[in-house]
């Protein structure tokens, strides 16, 4: 089993829709979660930041923990075109970056 | 690109022979990192640095080696190229340790035949 899985998609959701993009993963020791998001042939660029357990909420975008079933999610409401992309989960048990564990990312296409 | 650029962008290369992937920043940045990226496996650490001639192995080390003489540059070197290290490979830097400074290159996307 992998440390950290998501469903590889890929999401095609019409305009305007709300996407749930999910991870789950096996270390219970893992306490900092990160959503990325990866535009084709660029690098990814964090999106979200969050610390146990929890919701946070930037503009569109909320990232929900959920540490007791071992789920993180990233919603996105109102979908744009431009929000097509992959999304990478990471997470780590420490604040050291090279530390951090990768999903292997859900691509989603939002059609105009 | 937070002040990175890799090179090459692109590159086709041969089994057997040996491969060098520069990264360079312009941010005076302390921590440089290189990762690989396949399908179904998400972004995996090769090595790391932590400042001037300071290396650390990541989860994928074997196979691939790294330097870094001066802040800007980290290079990768793959000594005898494989067929299993066809990947994209991405740099990416960060002013401290902690797991939400890190800002990523554009990749290079590296084929081995």
């Known amino acids: 089993q992998k440390e950290v899985e998501q469903d590889p998609g890929p999401l095609s959701v019409p305009e305007g829709a709300i996407v749930s993009l999910n991870c789950t993963y096996s270390?219970?020791?893992?306490?900092?979660f990160m959503w990325y998001r990866q535009y084709s042939r660029k690098g990814p660029e964090l999106l979200m930041y969050?610390?146990?357990?929890g919701n946070k909420e930037d503009g569109r975008f909320t990232a929900q923990v959920d540490k007791s079933s071992k789920y993180i999610s990233l919603f996105i409401r109102d979908s744009q075109p431009s929000d097509s992309a992959t999304y990478l989960c990471?997470?780590?048990?420490?604040?050291?970056?090279?530390?951090?564990?990768f999903g292997p990312g859900t691509s989603l296409s939002v059609i105009p | 690109d937070a002040g990175i650029t890799q090179s090459p962008r692109h590159k086709v290369t041969e089994t057997g022979t040996p491969v060098t992937l520069r990264c360079h920043q312009t941010e005076n940045h302390r921590y440089m990192y290189w990762y690989r990226q396949d399908p179904g496996h998400g972004l995996r650490l090769i090595h790391y640095s932590y400042g001037v001639k300071d290396t650390d192995k990541g989860e994928v080390s074997d196979g691939y080696s790294v330097s870094r003489s001066k802040t800007e540059d980290f290079l990768l070197t793959l000594e005898s190229a494989t067929s299993s290290q066809t990947s994209v490979y991405f740099c990416?830097?960060?002013?401290?340790?902690?797991?939400?400074?890190?800002?990523f290159g554009q990749g290079t996307r590296l084929t081995v035949v």
């Open positions: 969050t610390y146990s357990s």
């Open positions: 990471a997470m780590s048990a420490e604040t050291s970056y090279d530390k951090v564990i």
């Open positions: 990416a830097i960060a002013p401290g340790a902690y797991n939400t400074e890190a800002f």
């Open positions: 270390n219970s020791a893992f306490q900092y």
